[in-house]
T-cell receptor, first 114, second 113 residues
Framework: EAGVAQSPRYKIIEKRQSVAFWCNPI?????LYWYQQILGQGPKLLIQ????????DSQLPKDRFSAERLKGVDSTLKIQPAKLEDSAVYLC????????????FGPGTRLTVT | GNSVTQMEGPVTLSEEAFLTINCTYT??????LFWYVQYPGEGLQLLLK?????DKGSNKGFEATYRKETTSFHLEKGSVQVSDSAVYFC????????????FGSGTRLLVRP
């Protein structure tokens, strides 16, 4: 089966610009996660969707980050305006309802804010 | 709160050496524990898991045992290969409806021929 797809793979922007990342989960996976992985650290959950609804967004900086998952499939994560400290790899993962402990990760988008 | 602590890397070994990467956790209750691996240029992959005390997870020659008394989940392999070079992340799953994973900071393993 196809894995989790993400695009773009790399993005360089200047601070105060906006950027959007796209994720297509594994077909049939109801749960979708966005993680932020800063260099030298482990991934940190930003937001979790169950179908269309948000389950956990407690660590999402809502003044600048937003995410949506229309129709319960693809998802986009947006940053507006970007700050230098947003430089990181943004990982998307998905899991099925029956095996939510097993998350499948995409290759990530590496964002550099200059 | 819930947290995971891993030994700092990089860990550099010769091929066929024995590997141990230490992982300890802090959590309420008895979380499930995981090891993920990230090969260069790829996403994280689940390597192994253990869901209750004394469980041993194993995969691809790697093993880890869930030790409740020492709150540890150390990763071991008897004979590493160059292809095992990667970053290894220990993680726990929160015991609530979110199934949120909390990761350690990762340990880079370099295996030399």
């Amino acid at each position: 089966e196809a894995g989790v797809a993400q695009s773009p793979r790399y993005k360089i922007i200047e601070k105060r610009q906006s950027v959007a990342f796209w994720c297509n989960p594994i077909s049939g996976h109801a749960t979708l996660y966005w993680y932020q992985q800063i260099l030298g650290q482990g991934p940190k959950l930003l937001i979790q969707f169950q179908n269309n609804g948000v389950v956990d967004d407690s660590q999402l900086p809502k003044d600048r980050f937003s995410a949506e998952r229309l129709k319960g499939v693809d998802s986009t994560l947006k940053i507006q305006p970007a700050k230098l400290e947003d430089s990181a790899v943004y990982l998307c993962a998905s899991s099925s309802t029956s095996r939510r402990y097993e998350q499948y990760f995409g290759p990530g988008t590496r964002l550099t804010v200059t | 709160g819930n947290s995971v602590t891993q030994m700092e890397g990089p860990v550099t070994l010769s091929e066929e050496a024995f590997l141990t990467i230490n992982c300890t956790y802090t959590a309420t209750g008895y979380p499930s524990l995981f090891w993920y691996v990230q090969y260069p240029g790829e996403g994280l992959q689940l390597l192994l898991k253990a869901t209750k005390a004394d469980d041993k997870g194993s995969n691809k020659g790697f093993e880890a045992t869930y030790r409740k008394e020492t709150t540890s989940f150390h990763l071991e392999k008897g004979s590493v290969q160059v292809s095992d070079s990667a970053v290894y992340f220990c993680a726990l799953k929160r015991l609530d409806s979110s199934y949120k994973l909390i990761f350690g900071s990762g340990t880079r393993l370099l295996v030399r021929p």
